[in-house]
């Protein structure tokens, strides 16, 4: 069964340009659109604000009045509908596990502040088991240019990005973009060196060389799968956040994993995710672990 690409409306211009996105990047994929909405019955005292099959069927009318804007513009695209009963968070969340990703909007205070991530799409992004495209308003499809990058945070050793890997490269070889690979790495603390790690080190001929050796491993067996998708490696020194947000300028998406874990105040997605979701100038993809 053919799995779409999912987007999250609730009538604000951030989830129509998140849908606007989604179906762009459906016709690139040649996937089927699904355009959702999260709805619970709200009685107020103030207002009629009518009963619940009255909001449902408002509800109804606006993602169909969402969905047919991009049928106009995207006439080939296979476009459905769904209102689901529930709390927005796990009903989104349970919505990303039947998609090749969610796509939601994310409210934005101009290129320097980045996202606003609020807790609804913390949960989101926390509990989903695939990936999750935040997007802000504003966003065009000019910033899908020729020679804008596709950029992903590579950590730790092939498996532990596998994920982040193949997300990126599907989307730049159904963009026709190159992927820009990025690794930090800093100086570990003198007292945490073993034997081990230092005979590795030292074969590696140091610590930047032994980082460029790791990231060109991980990557290989995405380059050997995607040939036709220029690569750039991508290796610096710094923190994994700073140094993905000093490479940002040029991306037309950002990808990065997430380590979601649930604390006594809510979920927590990790701070690299977390850094780049609230500061990044470009859409930005947060993929979960294999």
Do not use: N
């Not at 690409?5 to 998140?18: L, P």
């Not at 959702?36 to 109804?60: K, L």
């Amino acid at each position: 069964m053919t799995r779409p690409i999912t987007a999250g409306v609730d009538g604000t211009d951030e989830s129509h340009a998140a849908l606007a996105w989604a179906a762009r990047e459906a016709v690139r994929r040649g996937l089927p659109l699904r355009v959702v909405h999260a709805w619970r019955f709200q009685p107020h005292e103030a207002i009629d604000a009518g009963d619940a099959d009255s909001q449902a069927g408002w509800v109804r009318k606006a993602v169909t009045e969402a969905a047919r804007t991009v049928t106009e513009r995207h006439p080939e695209l296979d476009v459905t509908t769904d209102v689901l009963e529930g709390g927005p968070a796990d009903t989104l969340a349970a919505a990303a596990a039947d998609a090749e990703m969610l796509v939601l909007g994310s409210r934005g205070h101009g290129r320097v502040v980045g996202f606003l991530l609020g807790s609804v799409g913390q949960q989101v992004i926390a509990g989903a088991t695939g990936p999750v495209v935040l997007v802000r308003a504003g966003d065009e499809p000019a910033a899908e240019a020729a020679g804008r990058e596709v950029v992903v945070g590579q950590q730790g050793d092939p498996d532990d990005s596998a994920a982040v890997l193949r997300f990126a490269f599907e989307t730049a070889a159904a963009r026709g973009a190159t992927v820009r690979a990025v690794r930090a790495w800093t100086l570990p603390p003198v007292f945490s060196y073993s034997p081990a790690s230092l005979k590795l080190l030292d074969e590696a001929g140091g610590l930047e060389p032994y980082e460029k050796k790791a990231l060109a491993a991980a990557v290989q067996p995405w380059r050997d799968r995607f040939p036709d998708v220029p690569v750039v490696e991508h290796v610096e020194m710094g923190s994994a956040g700073q140094v993905l947000l000093d490479v940002a300028g040029q991306a037309q998406l950002m990808v990065v994993g997430r380590r979601a874990r649930r604390t006594a105040v809510g979920a927590r997605i990790g701070s690299v995710a977390h850094g780049v979701l609230h500061h990044a100038g470009c859409p930005v993809a947060v993929v979960p672990p294999a």
